[in-house]
C-alpha cells in the first residue's frame, strides 16, 4: 500500500464481532511455544481475512516465536489501520532485538495519528539503528504540521548525525526569524559534518561566520531588524527596482 493511501479499516477494527473473536481464540489457542515456522505462518494467513481488535492479541503471541521473519509477518495483521488499539502490539515490536521485526512495526505505525503514536515516533528516532531512525523520521514529519515542526526542531540536536542532517534539510525548507534559532542548534553539533553544513548554510544567508550557536544568537539579536520575515537583507531590498521588489 501506498504511503498517504487510506487505511483499509479502521473503525471495522474496532468492531466487536463474537463470532470474529471466537475464530480468533482459537487462532490464539494454537500458538504454542516452539511451534514450527511454517505452521505460524499458516496461522497468520488464516487470520488474514478477520478484522476484530483481538487481533492484537494474536499478534503479540506471536511476537514470542523464535523466528524473526514469524514475528515481522505477524506485524502485517495490524498494517493499515488507523485504530489506537494496536499501539501495544507496536511499542512490544519496536524493543525487538531484530532490525526487520522494528521497521515492520514502523509500518504498522506510519497510519496512526494519535499522541500515543507520536510519543513512539520520539522514542523510535532515537533507535541505535540508523534504518529504524530514519524510516522513524520519515513517518514522524508525515504527521501533522505541528508534530513536524517539532520533530525538526529537536531533532537538530539530535547526537545522531543522520537525524541531525535531515532536520537541517527540513528547516532549509522553512527558514524564518522562527526557526532560525533552532537552525543555530547545529552549530554546537559533536558531528563536524553536521555543524561544517549549518555553517556554510549560514554563512552563504549572512554572509558571516559562526564559531558556535551562542555567537549566532547574539549577532541576531542584534541584527535581525535589518532583514525581513523572508530573511533578505531590507537594503538589498532598495537597491532593486520597485517592480522586483
Do not use: C
Not at 485504530?83 to 497510519?111: G, I, M, N, Y
Not at 539503528?129 to 526542531?153: K, L, S
Not at 552549530?187 to 549549518?198: C, M, N, Q, R, S
Not at 549577532?219 to 533578505?232: A, C, D, F, R, S
Amino acid at each position: 500500500m501506498a504511503r498517504g493511501d487510506s487505511p483499509p479499516f479502521g473503525s471495522d477494527f474496532d468492531a466487536t464481532d463474537p463470532d470474529t473473536d471466537k475464530q480468533i481464540d482459537v487462532l490464539i489457542a494454537a500458538v504454542k511455544p516452539g511451534m514450527a515456522t511454517e505452521d505460524a505462518n499458516r496461522l497468520i494467513n488464516d487470520a488474514r481475512h478477520l478484522r476484530s481488535a483481538r487481533l492484537v492479541d494474536l499478534v503479540r503471541a506471536l511476537l514470542k516465536h523464535r523466528d524473526m521473519n514469524v514475528r515481522g509477518y505477524a506485524l502485517t495483521l495490524l498494517e493499515g489501520t488507523d485504530s489506537p488499539k494496536v499501539l501495544p502490539a507496536v511499542k512490544e515490536a519496536l524493543e525487538d532485538k531484530d532490525l526487520p521485526v522494528r521497521l515492520q512495526a514502523l509500518e504498522v505505525l506510519r497510519f496512526l495519528r494519535h499522541d500515543e503514536s507520536k510519543a513512539i515516533y520520539r522514542g523510535a528516532i532515537t533507535d541505535a539503528d540508523a534504518g529504524v531512525r530514519m524510516t522513524a523520521f520519515t513517518g514522524a514529519v508525515e504527521q501533522d504540521e505541528a508534530f513536524r515542526r517539532e520533530i525538526v526542531t529537536a531533532g537538530v540536536a539530535s547526537p545522531w548525525e543522520d537525524v541531525a542532517q535531515a532536520s537541517l534539510a527540513y528547516l532549509e525548507l522553512d527558514l524564518t526569524p522562527e526557526t532560525l534559532p533552532h537552525y543555530f542548534k547545529a552549530l554546537d553539533h559533536k558531528h563536524p559534518l553536521v555543524k561544517t553544513e549549518a555553517s556554510e548554510r549560514l554563512s552563504m544567508l549572512f554572509d558571516k561566520k559562526f564559531q558556535n550557536s551562542t555567537e549566532a544568537n547574539t549577532w541576531w539579536k542584534l541584527n535581525q531588524h535589518l532583514y525581513t520575515p523572508e530573511l533578505v537583507r531590507k537594503d538589498f531590498l532598495n537597491t532593486l527596482p520597485s517592480d522586483r521588489k
